[in-house]
């Protein structure tokens, strides 16, 4: 049947067919990417990576590998064909968006696969801890640019993109100036968190003295750093902060640290005696590492003498459970052999003052 005398026929039958060949096309795509994904599953071996991505990565590239196959249909279409031009946009911006998914999904199986590798589970954790903190900078970085650049591609397909840029530049001057002070927190994080991830000042878990709060890097985001505090609070600090201000990191260069016990003491107690109790009691607690156990008389007042205890632990938690026990056990020491010696006041009476005192007080009682 001829269906040049019926153009809108035509036009109908063409339509037919490219949607036709784009479900076709689709759905072959579909089944060539499951086909691929178990292909490569099986491949991957020992290759964490590839493993990762193809579960992280599994949905994205189906959709990719779907608007491709639809987009080589779309472009191999007849010109007649109703609606091609719009199609043809709407699927080159789906397919970028896509794309864009698909990068970010590929981030997201590398960011997995060096935590993977480098688990923080692990006794001395230093390395692990820096390389988790670098990997989880770079990752949302990475989401950034990748979203960026896929939303100016995408951008570029549509046909009023240009003139929108042509315009942005042609009145960049009060309204730049005010997006470029607006900006300016965004961007400064942003920096600052680059600078953090290769620095490393701080690190997923760290122990830190923060505006007099003792607390643990919990997490790292692209603008602010949470810090859980001992007592379970949360402190929200800003990436800037860190770069820009003083701060304690109790674990920078290891995990392991110093804690002290002071106790003021009376002259008369044995200085000798307390120090071996005290060793004693490091040798038999399991908190102790075995690096440091060492008491010194480190100060004097007119009333007592301060004692010194500095012990070591594997890291601040144990430390702070270390010198409260050694602390308690200490004090229960002293108290029961050498209870005279614990901080007193004395006080002295002159001899002369006090007879004289006294007699004032008896030659009444005697007149009377």
């Known amino acids: 049947m001829n269906l040049s005398i019926f153009p809108e026929l035509q036009y109908l039958e063409t339509s037919l067919y490219v949607v036709g060949a784009a479900l076709l096309a689709a759905l072959l795509a579909g089944l060539l990417h499951r086909a691929g994904i178990m292909l490569l599953r099986r491949l991957a071996g020992n290759r964490p ?13 189906r959709v990719c590998l779907i608007l491709f196959a639809v987009r080589l249909v779309l ?12 199609l043809s946009c709407l699927t080159s911006v789906a397919l970028i968006i896509a794309l864009t998914w698909l990068a970010m999904r590929c981030i997201r199986a590398l960011s997995a696969t060096v ?11 230093l390395k692990a801890r820096r390389i ?13 640019i990748a979203a960026l650049l896929g939303l100016g591609f995408a951008l570029l397909t549509l046909p009023g993109a240009r003139q929108f840029g042509a315009s942005l530049l042609a009145s960049a001057g009060v309204a730049g100036l005010v997006a470029g002070i607006a900006a300016r927190p965004v961007l400064g994080n942003f920096i600052a968190g680059m600078q953090i991830a290769f620095s490393q000042p701080i690190r997923i878990d760290d122990v830190l003295i923060v505006k007099g709060e003792w607390g643990r890097v919990e997490e790292i985001t692209g603008t602010f750093v949470v810090v859980r505090i001992w007592d379970e609070r949360r402190m929200i600090v800003p990436l800037q902060w860190f770069i820009e201000n003083p701060f304690e990191n109790w674990t920078h260069k ?11 003491l009376d002259f008369a107690v044995p200085v000798p005696a307390v120090r071996a109790e005290f060793e004693r009691i490091c040798k038999q607690s399991p908190l ?16 007592a003498m301060q004692l010194r205890l500095l012990v070591s632990a594997k890291d601040s938690g144990t430390a702070f459970d270390l010198r ?10 002293i108290a029961q052999q050498y ?12 001899a002369e003052p006090a007879k004289a005192a006294g007699s004032s007080i008896e030659q009444p009682a005697a007149s009377s």
Do not use: K
């Open 49 to 61: 990576y590839i493993a990762n991505a193809s579960f992280i990565a599994y949905h994205a590239s």
């Open 75 to 86: 472009t191999g279409a007849p010109d007649e064909t109703p609606w091609l031009v719009p």
């Open 115 to 125: 935590v993977q590798l480098n688990p923080v589970s692990a006794a001395d954790n």
């Open 132 to 144: 988790l903190t670098q990997t989880r900078v770079l990752t949302r970085s990475a989401y950034f």
């Open 254 to 264: 290891s995990s392991t640290i110093l804690g002290t016990v002071f106790l003021w």
């Open 288 to 303: 102790w590492d075995g690096r440091v156990c060492v008491l010194h008389v480190t100060d004097a007042s007119e009333r």
């Open 324 to 333: 409260c026990a050694i602390r308690e056990a200490m004090l229960a020491f």
């Open 339 to 350: 209870p005279g010696s614990l901080p007193r006041l004395r006080a002295a009476l002159d």
